[in-house]
Structures are given as C-alpha cells and as structure tokens.
C-alpha cells in the first residue's frame, strides 16, 4: 500500500540544521508532488512548500524561504526537507504529505510525522 | 493572502448529533481547491473531502462538504465516537493555506 515513512524524532541546538527523510513505497514516486506541512505543539497546521518530484522544482512559503530546503532522491523515492538556524520556535512536527494530483487538489496521503525538538 | 476563518473554534457535541463545521475565505476561493482534514491526537491528518465536496476514498457518507461563495461546511451527519478530533480547512494554490481547526468534542 501507499506509504511515507518518516526519519525520526530529532533533538538540536539553536543555530543548527535538521534534515528530515521522508522515503515512498507503493505508488510511483515521480508522478507526484510532496508537500512539507508543520505542526508546532498545541498549534494548527502550517505548510511549508512543496517539491515536484519528478523535476526538483519546489514552491516555498514565504515564511520558510531562505531558511528551508526541500530535496529528493528519485533512486530510491524519498524525499528531505532541511531546515537551517534552527529556532526554538522551530520546534515542531514535520509532516511530508503526497499531493493527490489529477483534479484532487489535496494531501491524500501523509508520514507519521517526525518531532524536531530545538532546545538549548 | 488568502485567510481561511474556521468557526467554531470548539464544538461540544454527543454522538450521534449533527456537526456543522464552517470556513470562510477572505477572498473568493475555487471550490476545485478547497479540502478539509481530520487530526486526532498524536496522529497525522487525514484527507476526508476535496473539491469541497467530494470524499476522499474511505472516507464514510456520514462526513459530507459543501460550498456557497466564499463560506465552505463540513457537516457529520451522526457523529459517532471516533470522530472526535480536530478539523481543518485547506486551500490549494499557490501558497497553501490552512484554517485555524475546530475541534468537535464530547
């Protein structure tokens, strides 16, 4: 079946990176886009950007531009986002989420979500 | 920037109830565009319905969308006990944008 299996929970200082993998099975990587949507405690969700997986294009949120990058290995279906200066209000549950495509303009498919904890 | 406005923020309902759900656009928004996620606790979100209307495969006909100019409603025809849980209004373009989330509780 259709699957995201996310890289797990993460713990880091300010000023630091964290990269996130979110490895595919199930369903042809290429044809779809991945989306990265984030969750801080007790909070609502947020969406960072997507990447087309097939060509490496990605679409930031404003919030995020500069600061996030969004990436793919389409050798073996797994997409990474990476987040720079951490912050601690950075801590958060990152979701990548498959885009449904055709005329579903929507998150069908989701990871479980990896915790980034930014603590000094 | 398009922001999407969830009502209410808690809903208190039993089972078996009817909960209507709002989301109301500050701009006029494609209802193409439009979908609506389910979050329990310590879970991921789940896709129920896209296109403001129709369901996501699985998803039970007790959960239903639907549009009126910028106002989009979910409504749960009989609540049963495992729909508890926080709903959130989604739109698709070219920033994402998510409502705050109404959390329907017992």
């Known amino acids: 079946q259709v699957q995201l299996v996310q890289s797990g929970a993460e713990v880091k200082k300010p000023g630091a990176s964290v990269k996130v993998s979110c490895k595919t099975s199930?369903?042809?990587?290429?044809?779809?886009?991945m989306h990265w949507v984030r969750q801080a405690p007790g909070q609502g969700l947020e969406w960072m950007g997507w990447?087309?997986?097939?060509?490496?294009?990605?679409n930031y949120a404003q919030n995020f531009q500069g600061r996030v990058t969004l990436t793919r290995d389409t050798s073996i279906s797994t997409a990474y986002m990476e987040v720079t200066r951490l912050r601690h209000d950075d801590t958060a549950v990152y979701y990548c989420?498959?885009?449904?495509?055709?005329?579903?303009?929507?998150?069908?498919?989701w990871g479980q979500g990896t915790l980034v904890t930014v603590s000094s | 920037e398009i922001v999407l406005t969830q009502s209410p923020g808690t809903l208190s309902l039993s089972p078996g109830e009817r909960a209507t759900l709002s989301c109301r656009a500050s701009?006029?928004?494609?209802?193409?565009?439009l979908a609506w996620y389910q979050q329990k606790p310590g879970q991921a979100p789940r896709l129920l319905i896209y296109?403001?209307?129709s369901r996501a495969t699985g998803i039970p006909d007790r959960f239903s969308g639907s549009a009126s100019g910028t106002d989009f409603t979910l409504t749960i025809s009989r609540l049963e006990p495992e729909d508890f849980a926080v709903y959130y209004c989604?739109?698709?373009?070219?920033?994402?944008?998510f409502g705050g989330g109404t959390k329907v509780e017992i």
């Open positions: 989420a498959r885009e449904c495509g055709g005329i579903c303009y929507a998150l069908d498919i």
């Open positions: 199930g369903y042809s990587f290429t044809g779809y886009y």
């Open positions: 990447i087309n997986s097939n060509s490496g294009d990605t």
């Open positions: 701009q006029s928004v494609t209802s193409t565009y």
């Open positions: 296109g403001a209307s």
């Open positions: 989604h739109r698709y373009g070219s920033s994402f944008t």
